[in-house]
T-cell receptor
Framework: GAVVSQHPSRVICKSGTSVKIECRSL??????MFWYRQFPKQSLMLMAT?????????EQGVEKDKFLINHASLTLSTLTVTSAHPEDSSFYIC???????????FGPGTRLTVT | AQSVTQPDIHITVSEGASLELRCNYS??????LFWYVQSPGQGLQLLLK??????LVQGIKGFEAEFKRSQSSFNLRKPSVHWSDAAEYFC??????????????FGTGTLLAVQP
């Protein structure tokens, strides 16, 4: 079956630093990837839609200069949280849409803690 | 506004008992509905989806869901729960563009515990 990986699974960083999270589709090509954020006991909230070779589309209220998304290949999208602050601590989940059947497959998530 | 409500945050059932997880949605267009399951440290796995046609949808792992337009509901059911079903379950609604699913709106999830 289609597998999506995320790296790292967990990261702790200091306030003011930047953190990069990778999302890879392991056995299929994904022209579109999605980045979600999940707070404890809350919904997954879509942050942005990432299309290979073009700029990401951000949801209302998401700062594009703070959450940089790069989708440079058909199997890799990255989310960089710049100048992280404690309020950015959250669970970040990506999904990748398989171009063959248009299904979305989710990664296992990355737990970010900013101290 | 588009939204998904899962009224039950936490449900405990005995192994072998039946299960129903509730989901209500508010969506302006024709809804495309999904149920996902998430185990700790795992990604979301699609259990089933409804796009059109028969309103009773069969999924993996013995799950089914029924779309009721009049009640704006898409409840998930399983006749006999197994201990391995313990996980968090998310209902989601989305749009379909050109045959592809796009933005998904998720409910807050229902955490299922299974007693021996």
């Amino acid at each position: 079956g289609a597998v999506v990986s995320q790296h790292p699974s967990r990261v702790i960083c200091k306030s003011g630093t930047s953190v990069k999270i990778e999302c890879r589709s392991l056995d299929f090509q994904a022209t579109t990837m999605f980045w979600y954020r999940q707070f404890p006991k809350q919904s997954l909230m879509l942050m942005a839609t990432s299309n290979e070779g073009s700029k990401a589309t951000y949801e209302q209220g998401v700062e594009k200069d703070k959450f940089l998304i790069n989708h440079a290949s058909l199997t890799l999208s990255t989310l960089t949280v710049t100048s992280a602050h404690p309020e950015d601590s959250s669970f970040y989940i990506c999904s990748a849409r398989d171009g063959r059947n248009h299904e979305q497959y989710f990664g296992p998530g990355t737990r970010l803690t900013v101290t | 506004a588009q939204s998904v409500t899962q009224p039950d945050i936490h449900i405990t059932v005995s192994e072998g008992a039946s299960l129903e997880l509730r989901c209500n949605y508010s969506y302006g267009a024709t809804p495309y509905l999904f149920w996902y399951v998430q185990s700790p440290g795992q990604g979301l796995q699609l259990l089933l989806k409804y796009f059109s046609g028969d309103t009773l949808v069969q999924g993996i792992k013995g799950f089914e869901a029924e779309f009721k337009r009049s009640q704006s509901s898409f409840n998930l059911r399983k006749p006999s729960v197994h201990w391995s079903d313990a996980a968090e379950y998310f209902c989601a609604v989305g749009a379909l563009y050109g045959g592809a699913t796009n933005k998904l709106i998720f409910g807050t999830g229902t955490l299922l515990a299974v007693q021996p």
